[in-house]
């Protein structure tokens, strides 16, 4: 199951959907559309947010608020690498949290601001998509009371090869705040705890190399432990 189906298929109008890492607005544009969504969008690498703004038309709906920021613990300044590859920046390899540098790849640096979930004090938060390439954990720590008074679902992309540890670290937190967290595959649901990782995570992290296992299982899908049994039965 993809991102899209899972959230429309979760969708609670009337509730404020929280797209981090939206880049140029593949999925932010269809959950703006979703019946009665609100939509928050965050996307801190100025040329990508110029085109998510301008993906939107010329006047921005009223219930669609664009932000020029990372997401992370606490709110600050932080630098974003870029990856340079054939001589074009990688963009879907921007992260906060990886050193380019120590993999002889040459990068772009871009001072961005970075705010924290939790001190945004939101209301309504029925879903959270999260795609920032290594920098889940410290995103979802800034995030921790904006989950426990929410409640919201959330897919993660989680990945080895951006941030080591990240398939153990961002599941177990968000299983300590009540949440389950699942993987789909080959039409079926399973536990995370059932990802093979030396078989379903296995990638290199130099973005001049695109290989990868198959499969290659990244998102991670979390539902409010009090509802996750109701909530699997309408994600089939």
Excluded: N
């Amino acid at each position: 199951m993809d991102e899209l189906s899972f959230h429309t298929r979760l969708h609670r109008p009337g509730g404020t959907i929280l797209d981090v890492g939206a880049h140029d607005g593949l999925l932010a544009l269809p959950l703006s559309r979703l019946p009665g969504a609100r939509l928050v969008a965050f996307e801190p690498l100025p040329p990508a947010f110029a085109r998510l703004r301008a993906a939107f038309g010329e006047a921005l709906p009223p219930h669609v608020s664009l932000r020029a920021e990372a997401v992370g613990a606490a709110a600050g300044e932080v630098m974003l690498s870029v990856p340079v590859v054939a001589g074009a920046p990688a963009e879907q390899w921007a992260s906060l949290a990886k050193d380019y540098a120590r993999l002889g790849v040459e990068a772009e640096g871009w001072r961005v601001p970075v705010v924290a979930l939790d001190g945004l004090a939101l209301e309504g938060v029925s879903a959270i998509k999260l795609d920032v390439e290594g920098h889940e954990y410290a995103a979802l720590r800034g995030a921790r009371e904006t989950l426990l008074r929410c409640r919201p679902v959330l897919s993660i992309e989680l990945e080895e090869r951006h941030a080591e540890g990240s398939t153990w670290a961002v599941p177990g937190f968000l299983d300590a705040l009540g949440f389950d967290c699942l993987f789909h595959l080959a039409g079926a649901w399973h536990p995370w705890s059932a990802l093979d990782r030396a078989t379903m995570q296995r990638a290199s992290p130099d973005p001049r190399d695109f290989r990868a296992s198959d499969p290659y299982v990244f998102t991670c899908f979390a539902l409010p432990r009090e509802h996750a049994a109701a909530m699997q039965l309408r994600l089939g």
